[in-house]
C-alpha cells in the first residue's frame, strides 16, 4: 500500500549506482532533520556484507555475504530449506515497520529508507528494486553518480523511476570539481522541476580510526550547517514537497465537483466531497485512495495513513488486464511512443500494427474468418466501422432492390439490453434506453433473450414469456444439468428448446419481412454476456440458432457471408475476459465481422480493432476514394464454485451467475431496473476498508473495494493475473456484506 502521514514525512533513497555515497547523503540528511528538532527514522530493509559494518537496528534483512541481495538470500538459504522472501513478504515488512514509526510521531517527523545499491540492482526476490519498491510509492530522493560516466547512469536511473511513476522529489550528488557532473545535471532537472543539490565530498577515509571518527564528525557538521542550497535547505525543500502533495490531495475533491462532470455518474446524488474518490496512484489490483478526513480520528490523525488500499473491483471498467502499473506495459507503451509518437496510418505501415493485425487475423480472434483488421481508437468507434461495413456490404449485394431511401432506412437485428458504445450510430444499434438521448433513433428490431444464471444452487435458463407462448415450451424456467452442459452448444442444437427457438425466431423474422418495417441488414450480438445491459448471460444456444436461422441455408459457402453478416460486439467478453479468445469456437460459427478493444492495450491506452471477413472487405474494392468510417467448449471461472453456490442460496439475491473473471450478482427487488439503487445500497459496507494483519493489500493494510452496479445488479471483474488470495479475499468481503 502507499504510505503517506501527517506527521511523519518518508523519502525513499534510491542511488544511481553501488559507491555513489547512499549511505554518506542519507546520514547526512538524517542529521539535518535532527538540528531542526524533527524526531528521525531510518531504515535500510537489505544489508549484506560483514556484521561489522551492518547496523541490524535498523534493518530488516542481513545477510553475511557482501554480494547483491538476492544471491547473498540464495546463499544464506542454501542446505536449510529456507524460502527466500517474496515481494509481498518484503513490501509488507517494509510498510509495517513504517506504520509502527509513524505510529511513534505524534510531532513532525522524518524517516529515510534506504535501498540497496543501484536502482536497478536486485531484491532477494530477484526483483529489481524499482519495481519491488513500487507498491509502496514512496516519494522518493535519487543519489546522483559525481564519477565519470555519472551523468548517464543519474539520467538513466530518473528515467527508470519516471517510467514507474515514482515521485522524485530531489537529486543530490557530490560535488566533484573535477568532473563537475552537478553542473549539467542541475539545469537539466530544473526544466524538469527536480532540485538538485550538490554536496560536498566527505574527506579520504583516515588510517586511524579516532582521526577518522573526528573527520567524519566534522564533515558531517559542515555539511548540515552549510546554507547555500546545501542538505539543511534541502530538508526544508522536503518538507515543502509533502506539504505541497497532502495540500493537493486535500483540495481535490472540491476541484473536481467545480470542473469535472463524470460519465454514467447522476451528480444530483453525489453529496459533496466525501463521495469523491481520490487516487493517488494504482498498482497490481489496488488503487491507493485518500481517506476522507471523517474516517481518520482527531487524537490519531498525525499517526494514521492519510492513503488505504482500495480493491479496483470493476477492473476500471472492464480494461484493467495484468493489473494497474504493469512494467512490461508501460515500456512497451513507452518504446512505441519514443520510436512513431503518432504517426500517419492510411497507405501506411509500421511494424507494432502490422504484428498485431497478423497476430489477430491469423492466430488470434479471427483465425479461420478474418482475412483484415482495421484500427480505431476505441470500442464504440469501432462498432461504428462494423456497422458501416456490414451495411456496405448488404447494400451492394441486394442493391437491386434497395433505392435511395431504402438504404438510408436499413436496420440491424439485436437482443434487448444491447449496448454498443455511446456515439450516436453506435446507440442507433440499439432500442431506446437509459443509454440513448435526444438524437437517438433506433433501427431494427429486437428479441428479448434467455439467459442463464445460477438460482438457489441450480443452473437455470429463464425463457422469455414471448417465446414460452409462442411455442407452448414449458416451464419458462428450465434446470440445466450443468453450466458446462449449458455452454456446450453443439450437444444441444437438437434439444427441443433448440427447436422452439428456431420456431420463434423464423415465426418472428416472417412478420418482420411482411410488415413494412425497414428492411434488416446485419445482425449485432454480443455474445454470451450483455455487460452494460446488466450483465445478462445470454444463453448460447438461442444466439446460435438466431445466427443459423439469420444465415439460412446450412450448405452455404463458407468464405461468403449469407443472409445478414454477423457482428460479434466481443469488446467486453473477448480476448479472455470470460475465460476464452473468442466466442466462436464455444458457440460453433464464426461472425462476418468482429470488434475488440479493452483488453487489447492491458487497459493501458485506449484503441480497438475491427476484423473482417474477405467477403464483407471485398465489398469495398473500388477505384473511388475510401468511406471514412481457447477453451473448446468449455467454460471456466477465476470464482470458487462453493462460494458461487453458497450466495445463490442467499435471501437477498435473485440470482448469480460467473465466466471468466466476471461475476455479476442480481438482488431482489421489486423495482429492478438501471435506476434501481438495490445493488449499491446493499454492497455499499464494501466501500470501507476492512481486514487484518493478514490482508492481502500490498503492505498488508485493511482495504475496501471498489465496485460498480447497473441497477440492481452488482458486478465484479477480476484482472487476468489476480492473485487467488486476493480473489478469496473479496470472497469474503462480498459473503460478508450479503450476510449482514
Not at 542529521?31 to 528521525?40: G, L, P, Q
Not at 510509492?137 to 535519487?142: C, D, Q
Not at 507503451?333 to 503518432?342: E, F, I, L, N, Q
Not at 445478414?564 to 467486453?572: A, T
Request: glycine content about 8%; overall charge negative.
Amino acid at each position: 500500500m502507499s504510505l503517506l502521514f501527517k506527521h511523519l514525512r518518508v523519502h525513499q533513497i534510491f542511488g544511481a549506482n553501488t559507491d555513489v555515497g547512499k549511505t554518506i547523503l542519507t546520514s547526512a540528511l538524517v542529521r539535518a532533520s535532527a538540528s531542526k528538532d524533527n524526531n528521525v527514522f531510518y531504515l535500510k530493509p537489505v544489508s549484506t556484507g560483514p556484521i561489522q559494518d551492518a547496523d541490524d537496528r535498523h534493518c530488516l534483512y542481513r545477510f553475511d555475504e557482501p554480494v547483491s541481495p538476492h544471491l547473498a538470500a540464495i546463499l544464506a538459504g542454501e542446505g536449510k530449506k529456507q524460502e527466500v522472501p517474496s515481494d509481498k513478504t518484503f513490501v509488507d515488512s517494509i510498510a509495517s515497520y513504517i506504520s509502527r514509526c509513524a505510529s511513534q510521531s505524534a510531532r513532525k517527523s522524518h524517516m529515510f529508507v534506504e535501498t540497496a545499491g543501484g536502482v536497478h540492482s536486485p531484491t532477494l526476490s530477484g526483483t529489481t528494486q524499482v519495481d519491488a519498491y513500487r507498491p509502496l510509492f514512496l516519494p522518493t530522493i535519487l543519489i546522483g553518480d559525481s564519477k565519470l560516466g555519472g551523468i548517464s547512469t543519474t539520467l538513466s536511473s530518473y528515467e527508470s523511476l519516471l517510467l514507474r511513476g515514482y515521485i522524485i522529489d530531489a537529486i543530490v550528488l557530490f560535488r566533484d570539481e573535477y568532473y563537475r557532473n552537478w553542473e549539467y545535471l542541475t539545469p537539466y532537472f530544473a526544466e524538469r522541476g527536480i532540485r538538485v543539490s550538490a554536496v560536498d565530498p566527505p574527506p579520504p577515509k583516515h588510517t586511524n580510526d579516532t582521526e577518522n571518527s573526528l573527520l567524519t564528525e566534522a564533515y558531517y557538521k559542515s555539511v548540515v550547517a552549510q546554507e547555500d542550497n546545501g542538505v539543511s535547505s534541502l530538508v526544508d525543500h522536503l518538507d515543502t514537497c509533502h506539504a505541497n502533495r497532502l495540500q493537493e490531495l486535500d483540495s481535490m475533491p472540491r476541484r473536481t465537483l467545480d470542473t469535472i462532470w463524470w460519465p454514467f455518474v447522476q451528480h444530483g446524488l453525489v453529496n459533496g466531497e466525501k463521495d469523491v474518490t481520490v487516487i493517488d496512484s494504482a498498482h497490481s489490483d489496488f488503487f491507493s485512495i485518500r481517506k476522507p478526513p471523517s474516517s481518520i480520528g482527531n487524537s490519531t490523525a498525525g499517526q494514521l495513513s492519510l492513503l488505504a488500499p482500495e480493491h479496483d473491483g470493476s477492473a476500471s471498467w472492464w480494461t484493467q488486464t495484468l493489473g494497474h502499473a504493469h512494467t512490461p506495459l508501460t515500456l512497451a507503451a513507452a518504446r512505441a511512443s519514443g520510436r512513431y509518437g503518432h504517426v500517419m496510418f492510411p497507405q501506411a505501415t509500421h511494424l507494432p500494427a502490422l504484428k498485431l493485425a497478423e497476430r489477430l487475423v491469423h492466430d488470434g480472434p479471427g483465425k479461420g474468418w478474418a482475412s483484415r483488421a482495421f484500427f480505431s481508437d476505441n470500442g464504440s468507434t469501432a462498432m461504428e466501422v462494423a456497422l458501416k461495413m456490414a451495411l456496405r456490404a448488404y447494400s451492394m449485394k441486394n442493391q437491386s432492390e434497395l433505392g435511395g431511401a431504402d438504404k438510408s432506412a436499413l436496420g440491424i437485428l439485436g437482443l434487448k439490453g444491447s449496448y454498443h458504445g455511446d456515439t450516436i450510430g453506435a446507440m442507433d444499434a440499439c432500442e431506446e434506453g437509459v443509454y440513448s438521448c435526444e438524437w437517438h433513433s433506433a433501427k431494427g428490431y429486437w428479441f428479448d433473450p434467455p439467459t442463464i444464471a445460477i438460482q438457489q444452487g441450480k443452473v437455470v435458463i429463464s425463457v422469455p414469456p414471448a417465446i414460452v407462448s409462442a411455442t407452448e415450451l414449458e416451464p419458462s424456467a428450465l434446470e440445466a444439468p450443468s453450466l458446462s452442459w449449458a455452454y456446450n452448444v453443439p450437444a444441444r442444437l437438437q434439444s427441443p428448446l433448440a427447436r422452439a427457438y428456431r420456431e420463434f425466431i423464423t415465426l418472428s423474422l416472417e412478420k418482420l419481412e411482411k410488415s413494412n418495417r425497414p428492411k434488416l441488414a446485419a445482425l449485432v450480438l454480443e455474445p454470451l454476456v450483455m455487460g452494460a445491459g446488466g450483465m445478462l448471460f445470454v444463453d448460447p444456444l438461442f444466439q446460435r440458432v438466431l445466427i443459423d436461422v439469420v444465415r439460412g441455408e446450412s450448405n452455404r459457402d463458407p468464405s461468403q457471408w449469407s443472409g445478414l453478416p454477423v457482428i460479434f460486439d466481443e469488446v467486453f467478453v473477448g480476448l479472455y475476459r470470460i475465460g476464452m479468445e473468442s466466442t466462436g469456437p464455444l458457440l460453433g460459427v464464426t461472425p462476418d465481422i468482429s470488434v475488440n478493444a479493452k483488453i487489447l492495450t492491458g487497459g493501458l491506452i485506449p484503441m480497438a480493432i475491427t476484423l473482417a471477413s474477405d467477403s464483407i472487405f471485398k465489398a469495398f474494392l473500388s477505384n473511388e476514394k475510401a468511406m471514412h468510417f481457447f477453451m473448446s467448449g468449455s467454460v471456466w471461472s477465476f470464482w470458487d464454485p462453493g462460494f458461487i453456490q453458497t450466495i445463490s442460496h442467499m435471501d437477498s439475491v435473485q440470482e448469480i451467475m460467473t465466466l471468466g473473471s466476471v461475476l455479476a450478482i442480481k438482488i431482489k427487488d421489486d423495482h429492478a431496473g438501471y435506476v434501481s439503487h438495490s445493488a449499491r445500497n446493499l454492497f455499499q459496507p464494501l466501500s470501507e476498508a476492512t481486514g487484518d494483519a493478514s490482508s492481502c493489500a500490498p503492505g498488508g493494510a485493511p482495504f475496501s473495494v471498489h465496485f460498480r452496479t447497473l441497477g440492481n445488479v452488482a458486478y465484479f471483474i477480476t484482472s487476468l493475473n489476480t492473485p487467488p488470495t486476493v480473489i478469496r479475499s473479496l470472497e469474503d468481503k462480498i459473503w460478508t456484506t450479503l450476510q449482514k
